[in-house]
């Protein structure tokens, strides 16, 4: 089953918020991950296709048909919410029975595909608990079979990994892509978290202030967004104010920066964007960090090279995390190594340029 949303459009009646004019596509086992600020629009785009309301303009379609004006219960999807939403005073094999009674599935086949979704989520043993009695995690896992034991034609997820501490969120982000592949089923899951966003994505779509920005798969979302504000949602990233000077020049408040040749005239405003990671240390040679060394290994003239003084120095683990002032301006690097960082370098491959 695919999904697709035709130029949708809905305002709330307060004048603020909603969506504008979204266009997009979920294919068949897609998982599709929707991203954006709190406020954004993410939970009116699946509350529009779970039926809980209906778009002002342009059509909603499940495989090919336009759903307007079926209930949200006749439109067979499975939704987990940040909240788990479960019966406290069912067992937790009854929760996730309950869709399949709704939908009059004798009580034997309702057990049995109960507890096969059970097992699905690796909570075999805990049918007859009731939901107050597990971990959040464990209660989520249970939304989650409770979810999928109808077989829905596409699956729904607003946040539902929010609630759970750091460990257990990547645990049940593996769990969720393992079993969305198994069931090959259309998914929509929504995250404000970028990292999540782009483990789990076959392609993530970013919607801002109610409108669709980008629609691309993680790695061009990162390396190529189509504005500022897609850069700076995901990931970290230098963004700097220039103006063309030539096909291959920019020139910025730190100077003049080298990029590989881009279509922009010459005196258009622009913002270039390089990741924190493309921001290269100068090192010694002998790599014990004593200071920078003197010449550059590459003859002719160094590229895209800047001196400075470090203010911010984070330790993370595996990386460090530096700003290293530069006249005016602040770079921010992120490296492995250790040792003394007085000056950067910045490949020409490595810088975007944006519009301003
Ligand atoms: P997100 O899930 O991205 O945080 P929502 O889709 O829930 O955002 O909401 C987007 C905006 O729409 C909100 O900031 C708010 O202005 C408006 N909105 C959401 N729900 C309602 C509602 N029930 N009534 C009125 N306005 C709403
Ligand atoms: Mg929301």
């Known amino acids: 089953m695919t999904i697709r949303f035709d130029n949708v459009t809905y305002r709330y009646a307060t004048g603020k918020g909603g969506l504008s004019d979204i266009s997009l596509e979920v294919g068949k086992g897609e998982l599709l991950v929707v991203i954006g600020p709190s406020g954004s629009g993410k939970s009116t785009l699946l509350k529009l296709l779970a039926g809980f309301m209906e778009p002002q303009a342009g059509r909603i379609l499940i495989a090919g048909q336009d759903i307007r004006g079926v209930s949200a219960q006749h439109r067979d999807l499975g939704i987990v919410f940040q909240s788990y939403a479960l019966f406290p005073h069912m067992t937790v094999l009854e929760n996730i029975a309950y869709p399949l009674k709704l939908r009059r599935v004798g009580r034997d086949e309702r057990i049995e595909r109960a507890r ?67 069931a090959n089923i259309a998914t929509i899951h929504v995250t404000h978290d970028q990292e999540e966003a782009l483990s789990m994505a076959d392609r993530i779509a970013m919607i801002h202030e109610g409108r669709l920005l980008q629609l691309a798969p993680p790695r061009e979302l990162y390396d190529a967004p189509v504005d500022t504000t897609v850069a700076a949602f995901v990931g970290k990233a230098n963004l700097w104010p220039g103006r063309v000077v030539s096909p291959t020049l920019v020139a910025t408040a730190f100077g003049n920066i080298e990029c590989v040749a881009s279509a922009w005239q010459i005196g258009a405003a622009v913002t270039l964007l390089i990741r924190p990671e493309a921001v290269m240390p100068i090192t010694d040679d002998d790599g014990q960090g004593k200071g920078p060394r003197q010449e550059d290994k590459q003859p002719g003239r160094p590229i895209n090279r800047f001196n400075g003084t470090l203010t911010q120095d984070r330790f993370l683990g595996a990386v460090r995390r530096y700003d290293l002032v530069v006249g005016d301006g602040v770079i921010t690097g992120e490296t492995g190594y250790r040792g003394i960082i007085s000056g950067v370098t910045i490949s020409p491959d490595d810088v975007r340029v944006l519009p301003a």
Do not use: C, F, W
């Open 116 to 182: 096969n979704a059970l097992r699905e989520v690796g909570l075999a043993n805990a049918g007859d608990r009731l939901p107050g009695t597990l971990s959040g995690g464990q209660q989520q896992r249970v939304a989650l079979a409770r979810a999928l034991v109808y077989k829905p034609k596409a699956l729904l997820l607003d946040e539902p990994l929010s609630a759970l501490d750091a460990g257990l969120r990547t645990d049940m982000r593996d769990l969720i892509t393992h079993i969305q592949r198994a």
